[in-house]
C-alpha cells in the first residue's frame, strides 16, 4: 500500500486537466506514440467535440521513481464546468491528494475556488501547479503570488509546467510520490468499498467503478449492496488501464472496478457501500450530498412508439450520471415522456445530446421550470413544476416561487455589471464584503426561475469568466405568476406554454413568438403566432405565405380574368388555412430556450 497513490486533477474549465493526463499516460508508457490522441481520457464522443470532461475518469498508471521503487498512480481526471462540480466531488472522496491546476495566463479563477473548497472538505493533500507557462502571456510569477494570496498555499510547493509540452510533467510525477500520502486501510479486515460510478454495458451487465477503502474483494466472492440488501457474485475485478484489465483481487487502497453480472440498474447507486455477504462491515460509508435539482424539463421521444427505448435509455444513463432525476409525464401534443431534474442548462444540452446518440432517440424538449406553490380558495397547497398543471385562476388565493440566495465572487471591476443583471432579475436585500483586496463576494435574494433561463450565461459573459456563483435555497415566498401560452395558427402548443411573472410576461411571449418565426417553415397560407395569458393576447407575429404567381399565364386581356384567379387562389388559401396543420420542427422548440446574447 505504501507504493499507491490516488489523486485527482482539479482546476478550472480549460486550464489543462486532460491534457496533463494525456502527458503523465505518455510518459509512464501506456500507449504508444502511434496509438495517442489527444484527450485519450474523454471517452464520449460529445467531450471530444466541445473539448470539455463531461464524466471524470479513472486510469491506472505505473511508474518507475528516480529512487528505483515501482508505483501505482491511480489519476482520476476531472470535469471543470459549474454544471459537473458534483462529479468532481465524488472523484475526491476516493484520492488521498489532489493536483491543483492554474492557468499561467488566467490566474485563479471561478471554479478554481470552489474545487479547492472540495478538495479542503475532504481533507486532501494538495500540489498546486502552474500549467501553460510556454504561453506569450503567460505570467508566472504574478500568478504564483496570486495563488499564495488568493488561494493560501505555499509558494514554495508551486509545480510549473507545460502539459502541451511535457516541460515539467516528471517533476509533477515525482511531487505525487513524494508529498502525497499513501492510502491507509487493512488488506484483512471486513470488505468497505465505495461506488463512486457505474456505467452499463450492454453483455456484462453494470460495470462498478468503486474504491477500496478496508479489506479485499475477488472473483467469486458474493457482495452486497448496502442501501437495498441486494447480493451478487463477484465475476471479475480489475484496474482501468486505458481498457479494462483483469486482476486476481483488489485490495484495501486501490481504486478499479466490479462486474458482477448486476442487470437491475437501479440496484447499483453511486455513494452506496460494497461488503462481503458473509462477513459484513459493522457501518456504511458515508455516501455523497443529495443532489439539489434546479431546472426541471420534460424530454418527449419525437415517435410515439420509442417511448419504451426512452425509458430504458433514461434508467442506463441515470447510472451513469446521478445528477439526473425524472418522473412519467405526458402532453396532448407531444404523447407520453418524462419529467426530469438538471443541474443547470449545460447538464440539460449534455442529458439531450447523450441520449440522442448513444441511445439513437430523437428528442424534444419543453421549457425549464421550477417548483411553484399555488394556494387554492380551499386554503389546499399545489406544487407544480409543469404548466400543464397550473390552476384555473379563479380558484387560486396566492402563488409562492422559490428564492435563493446567490453568493457571486468577482474581480471589483465588474460590481456595477453583476449588480445591474441582478436588478433585472427581481434580486433585493443585495449586500457585499472583500474577502480580498481586489475582488468582491456578492449576494443578493433572487427568484430560482430567474436563474434558470440564461443567467449563468450572462454573468459569464459580463465578468468575462471571472464571476463563480453558488445559491443555496432559501424559501417561498408570494408572488404573481401567470401562465404564458404560446399559439401557432390559432392552437396552444402545451409544449411551450411557461410559468413566468407577470413583469416578465410580455418580454418573454415576444422572445418565443420571434424565434418560432425564425424557425417555422412558410406555408402556403398566413400561419399567426400568438402569446396569451389566458384569453389576452400580449404578443404576435406573422409568418407570411408562400406566393405562388397563379397570374402569370394572364398576358394582357381582361382585368377580371386576373381577378377571379387571385379570388380562387385565397379561397383555397382560406380552406387550406382552416384545416392545414402546422408542423413545429424540433429545433423550434430548443430556439425559444436560448437567449438573444
Known amino acids: 500500500m505504501n507504493n499507491i497513490r490516488n489523486f485527482s486533477i482539479i482546476a478550472h474549465i480549460d486550464h489543462g486537466k486532460s491534457t496533463l493526463a494525456d502527458r503523465m499516460i505518455q510518459l509512464c508508457g501506456m500507449v504508444s506514440d502511434r496509438e495517442f490522441k489527444n484527450q485519450l481520457l474523454d471517452s464520449m464522443d460529445i467531450e471530444r467535440e466541445r473539448g470539455i470532461t463531461i464524466k471524470s475518469q479513472t486510469i491506472c498508471l505505473p511508474y518507475k521513481a528516480r529512487d528505483g521503487k515501482q508505483y501505482l498512480l491511480n489519476l482520476v481526471d476531472t470535469p471543470g464546468h459549474v454544471d459537473f462540480s458534483y462529479e468532481v466531488s465524488r472523484a475526491l472522496s476516493s484520492c488521498e491528494g489532489a493536483l491543483l491546476l492554474v492557468d499561467a495566463a488566467q490566474g485563479v479563477e471561478a471554479q478554481t475556488l470552489a474545487n479547492l473548497y472540495l478538495a479542503m472538505e475532504n481533507d486532501l493533500e494538495i500540489i498546486p501547479i502552474l500549467n501553460k507557462i510556454d504561453l506569450p502571456a503567460a505570467d508566472p510569477d504574478s500568478v504564483a503570488f496570486q495563488i499564495e494570496e488568493d488561494l493560501g498555499l505555499n509558494g514554495e510547493n508551486i509545480i510549473r509546467c507545460s502539459a502541451k509540452t511535457g516541460e515539467g510533467v516528471d517533476e509533477i510525477l515525482e511531487a505525487i510520490v513524494n508529498h502525497l500520502p499513501p492510502p491507509v486501510g487493512d488488506s484483512k479486515a471486513p470488505l468497505e468499498a465505495l461506488i463512486f460510478d457505474a456505467s452499463y454495458d450492454a453483455f456484462r451487465g453494470t460495470i462498478i467503478s468503486c474504491r477500496i477503502f478496508q479489506g479485499t474483494v475477488k472473483a467469486g466472492d458474493i457482495i452486497t449492496f448496502m442501501s437495498i440488501g441486494a447480493s451478487y457474485k463477484v ?16 485490495q484495501a487502497g486501490e481504486i478499479g472496478y466490479i462486474i458482477a453480472g448486476v442487470k437491475t440498474v437501479s440496484d447499483t447507486r453511486p455513494g452506496d457501500t460494497i461488503t462481503l455477504k458473509d462477513r459484513p462491515c459493522a457501518a456504511a460509508l458515508p455516501g455523497f450530498q443529495e443532489i439539489k435539482q434546479v431546472v426541471f424539463s420534460s424530454l418527449y421521444p419525437i415517435s410515439t412508439d420509442e417511448y419504451e427505448n426512452l425509458a430504458t435509455a433514461i434508467e442506463k444513463l441515470k447510472l451513469n450520471d446521478a445528477a439526473l432525476t ?26 439531450q445530446e447523450r441520449l440522442e446518440r448513444e441511445f439513437d432517440i430523437p ?12 394556494y387554492l380558495n380551499d386554503d389546499s397547497l399545489l406544487e407544480v413544476d409543469n404548466p400543464a398543471y397550473f390552476p384555473d385562476p379563479t380558484l387560486l388565493k396566492g402563488t409562492e416561487e422559490p428564492f435563493i440566495k446567490a453568493s457571486i465572487l468577482i474581480p471589483e471591476r465588474y460590481m456595477g455589471a453583476v449588480m ?12 457585499y464584503h ?17 436563474i434558470i433561463y ?14 463563480s456563483f453558488d445559491y443555496e435555497l432559501l424559501d417561498y415566498r408570494p408572488s404573481d405568476l401567470v401562465k404564458l401560452d404560446i399559439m401557432v395558427n390559432g392552437e396552444r402548443v402545451d409544449a411551450l406554454a411557461q410559468l413566468v411573472h407577470r413583469s416578465k410576461a410580455r418580454e418573454r411571449g415576444l422572445h418565443a413568438c420571434d424565434k418560432l418565426k425564425e424557425e417555422i417553415p412558410r406555408q402556403m397560407f398566413k400561419i399567426a403566432i400568438q402569446a396569451a395569458i389566458g384569453g389576452n393576447i400580449i404578443a404576435r407575429t406573422t409568418i407570411s405565405a408562400l406566393r405562388k404567381d397563379v397570374t402569370a399565364k394572364c ?13 380562387k387562389q385565397k379561397a383555397g388559401k382560406k380552406r387550406m388555412k382552416t384545416v392545414g396543420n402546422v408542423d413545429i420542427p424540433q429545433n423550434a422548440f430548443l430556439a425559444v430556450l436560448k437567449s438573444d446574447q
Open 363 to 374: 428528442l424534444i424538449l419543453t421549457v425549464p421550470s421550477v417548483n411553484y406553490h399555488f
Open 454 to 467: 440564461d443567467f449563468y450565461d450572462k454573468l459569464k459573459s459580463i465578468t468575462q469568466g471571472y464571476g
Open 326 to 351: 425524472y418522473q412519467k409525464d405526458s402532453s396532448s401534443a407531444l404523447g407520453f415522456g418524462f419529467r426530469c431534474g438538471f443541474l443547470g442548462l449545460l447538464h440539460l444540452e449534455v442529458v
Open 235 to 250: 465475476e471479475e475485478v480489475g484496474h482501468f488501464d486505458l481498457n479494462r484489465t483483469p486482476r486476481k483481487s483488489l
Open 420 to 431: 445591474n443583471l441582478c436588478m433585472e432579475r427581481r434580486g433585493e436585500n443585495t449586500n
Open 555 to 567: 398576358y394582357g386581356g381582361d382585368i377580371t380574368r386576373k381577378r377571379k384567379l387571385l379570388e
Open 434 to 450: 472583500y474577502p480580498t483586496p481586489g475582488r468582491i463576494e456578492f449576494t443578493c435574494e433572487i427568484p430560482l426561475a430567474e
